[in-house]
């Protein structure tokens, strides 16, 4: 998929690559977009420079009344912040709402912008808070309000030169409340039929103003410029959440795809902007959020070591790897190819359906979707490393007498995601079980015994 794989250890040398090899290169963070991309043919490049060694990007600050997120936050850094969560509801709701629990370990906020899809679940409360984007080139940076970064559908104002360095918006105030909601077609791994996100400042009851951003309704998020003028002044009754959703409809002229038609994406943006209102109105806009939530992520850091440079030198299952020839390869395709271990699967090959699920650095990963030079001093476990010794894992037990193990072929997957949901929270209850396995699919349809393995290994069963 790529021909040369680089991966600079500071930022400079990053610019400086990008200002060289411009046009034949591409960022590579997360991978969850990219490489999905790669393999479709998709925007093909020679050159894949990954940032991932940059720890300076990696960070969620709030100081000032400004949220600050790094070009390497991830939507679970987002998830798992405190400040995001409490000042900025409607994006941590969104990274909440983006695919599954391994993907969002690993995916970016700002990767989620610069692919510039409409359907992107985190442009439309960026857009709503007032966000800008600080683009970095060998030349210098400049600061690009969120509002004039989009051109069109997945085209944006970044040059081959520049990288997305950090993502800026102001901190909610008090007086302000918000939400992001979304209609898909399942309950996880969903692309938005819509998606939209409300931010109201309020003058006691009345709205002093009101942001509603629109998304998967025009080539790029639009503003809903007649209901954000309507409720200035306007007190949340039912009547003026009902006009405003009605409103909301006369800003956007969406298509018909496969995911529903014109006129039924307009009735339910008037529902939907209508029941957001009434819940901001009732306070309720937060009901629902789980605490502490799920992250398939306990945590662990990359093994010091030379940088990458074309040999990949990681440990797997607790024993040292010398791979050699992967380093245009998928993690999944070298531990299969590579290091000759086949327990995990290969399914889908876009992290749809959870089969090559492992974990890198203490983190729930598709391995399908990372490139292989990223297990470089790393460490990697496999469903092979799960058990202790010839001792299974008390969920590999469980499975057995549970009758949970069905065909076989999603279960390492299922196991190394209910494992590490386990490590992270022992006492998980259905729902967190639920959260925890959404990006895990069964082809035999059986997630009650699956379900019931991992609630009678958590005490909660």
Request: proline letters at 5%; glycine letters at 10%.
């Amino acid at each position: 998929m790529w021909q040369t794989y680089v991966q600079p250890t500071n930022l400079n040398d990053a610019l400086e690559l990008l200002r060289q090899r411009g046009a034949e290169a591409r960022i590579v963070a997360g991978g969850t977009d990219i490489i999905v991309e790669l393999s479709r043919g998709v925007r093909p490049t020679s050159t894949l420079i990954d940032i991932t060694a940059l720890p300076d990007l990696k960070h969620v600050r709030e100081a000032n009344g400004l949220i600050r997120l790094g070009a390497l936050a991830t939507h679970n850094d987002v998830i798992a912040s405190a400040a995001c969560v409490e000042r900025a509801l409607p994006l941590a709701q969104a990274c909440w709402e983006v695919g599954a629990p391994q993907l969002r370990t690993r995916g970016t906020v700002a990767g989620n912008l610069v692919t510039a899809s409409p359907a992107n679940d985190t442009i439309t409360p960026l857009a709503a808070l007032g966000a800008d984007v600080v683009l970095a080139s060998a030349a210098g940076e400049r600061v690009v309000p969120l509002s004039d970064f989009y051109v069109g559908v997945r085209r944006t104002v970044i040059r081959p030169d520049e990288l997305l360095r950090e993502i800026r918006f102001p901190a909610m105030a008090p007086n302000q409340r918000g939400l992001f909601l979304k209609l898909g077609l399942r309950r996880a791994q969903a692309i938005s039929v819509i998606d939209l996100a409300l931010v109201l400042t309020f003058d006691g009851e009345r709205v002093e103003e009101a942001r509603i951003t629109l998304g998967s309704l025009a080539p790029t998020i639009v503003h809903a410029g007649a209901a954000e003028s309507y409720l200035r002044g306007k007190r949340l009754d039912e009547a003026v959440c009902r006009e405003a959703g009605r409103l909301a409809c006369e800003d956007v002229r969406p298509i018909d795809d496969v995911r529903g038609s014109a006129g039924y994406r307009l009735a339910t943006l008037a529902h939907l902007v209508a029941h957001g209102m009434e819940w901001i109105a009732a306070g309720t806009e937060a009901d629902g959020w789980m605490r502490p939530p799920v992250l398939l992520d306990t945590g662990g850091r990359p093994t010091p070591g030379a940088p990458f440079a074309g040999t990949i030198e990681t440990t797997i299952n607790g024993h040292p790897y010398t791979l050699t020839n992967a380093g245009r390869k998928t993690l999944l395709n070298a531990l299969r190819e590579d290091a000759g271990l086949t327990g995990t699967k290969e399914g889908c090959a876009e992290g749809e359906c959870g089969a090559c699920t492992v974990w890198l650095n203490g983190q729930a990963v598709m391995s399908c979707l990372v490139p292989a030079p990223q297990a470089h001093n790393a460490t990697v476990t496999t469903i092979e490393g799960l058990a202790d010794g010839s001792k299974l894992h008390p969920l590999q037990h469980a499975f057995v007498e549970r009758g949970a193990v069905q065909c076989g072929y999603c279960i390492p997957g299922m196991l190394m995601a209910g494992a590490k949901l386990l490590e992270e929270q022992p006492d998980a209850d259905l729902d967190r079980v639920r959260a925890a396995l959404s990006g895990n699919l069964c082809r035999c349809t059986g997630y009650r015994k699956i379900f019931d393995a991992v609630l009678g290994v958590g005490g909660t069963g």
